[in-house]
């Protein structure tokens, strides 16, 4: 194991909360979780790996829409308890929606208003 990782505050299921914000316009893309290797297996190869909580295993981004994220740099917080991954998204579609980024509503009033545009339609990106 890695001594960096040691600083890391995986929760009780050994899960970590992790960020990715676009490293050139600082908007955040999306949240994930990540145990400790997928955060070993994105500091070794420079991609974005996640642990997947609904499938119950490592996450490879892109690995299926081929909307890769390549990590120019971690970062951990002042706790230990959220990571961040400043990436570069192939493609510019980071949510599943097909959108830039999973955060793609705002509270307008009493209401959640779409402000981003879906990108690519999702049953083109995640064909079977």
Not at 8 to 37: C, H, K, P, Y
Not at 48 to 58: D, I, M
Not at 68 to 82: T, Y
Not at 83 to 93: D, E, M, R, W
Request: aromatic share 8%.
């Amino acid at each position: 194991m890695s001594d960096w990782l040691d600083a890391v505050r995986f929760d009780a299921q050994g899960l970590v909360t992790v960020i990715a914000q676009d490293a050139s316009t600082q908007r955040v893309l999306m949240v994930a979780w990540a145990n400790r290797e997928a955060l070993q297996e994105t500091a070794r190869t420079g991609q974005a790996v996640y642990f997947s909580r609904s499938r119950g295993k490592l996450w490879r981004k892109g690995e299926e829409s081929g909307h890769r994220q390549a990590v120019g740099e971690i970062r951990l917080d002042c706790d230990g308890d959220v990571v961040l991954y400043a990436v570069t998204q192939v493609g510019g579609i980071a949510c599943h929606t097909g959108r830039e980024s999973c955060f793609y509503r705002v509270l307008d009033a009493d209401a959640w208003r779409v402000v981003d545009p879906v990108l690519k339609d999702p049953e083109l990106i995640y064909r079977k």
